[in-house]
Nanobody
Framework: QVQLVESGGGLVQPGGSLRLSCAAS????????MGWYRQAPGKQRELVAV???????NYADSVKGRFTISRDNAKTTVDLQMNSLKPEDTAVYYC??????????????????WGQGTQVTVSS
């Protein structure tokens, strides 16, 4: 019964900022990583940023220096601070969690969980 809910999307002017939040609910045996993906119309879904449980972070080249991912392990939440937004950043942003939840009396196999997505539009 894992659920990921994103919030914070909306319309913003070029050069503006937006902060996305994702809250994961459910019982987890382990969480390996949480991150953000995005998908623009007519394009493949791509990795934006990811934060591992070990504390490392990775960013797509297109967002380095502009976006910052932060994770609260205790609350199982992950945020994405987006600065200096460009029209090219317009996409549906999806929260992703990689881990294992409890299934019955045993943990499930590690897998990916996805949120429903939140629309980010950068336009004048």
């Amino acid at each position: 019964q894992v659920q990921l809910v994103e919030s914070g999307g909306g319309l913003v002017q070029p050069g503006g900022s937006l902060r996305l939040s994702c809250a994961a609910s459910g019982s987890f045996f382990s969480i390996n990583a949480m991150g953000w993906y995005r998908q623009a119309p007519g394009k493949q879904r791509e990795l934006v940023a990811v934060a591992t449980s070990e504390g490392s972070t990775n960013y797509a080249d297109s967002v380095k220096g502009r976006f910052t991912i932060s994770r609260d392990n205790a609350k199982t939440t992950v945020d994405l601070q987006m600065n200096s937004l460009k029209p090219e950043d317009t996409a549906v942003y999806y929260c992703n969690l990689e881990g294992a939840s409890w299934g019955g009396f045993s943990p499930t196999r590690r897998r990916a969980y996805w949120g429903q997505g939140t629309q980010v539009t950068v336009s004048s």
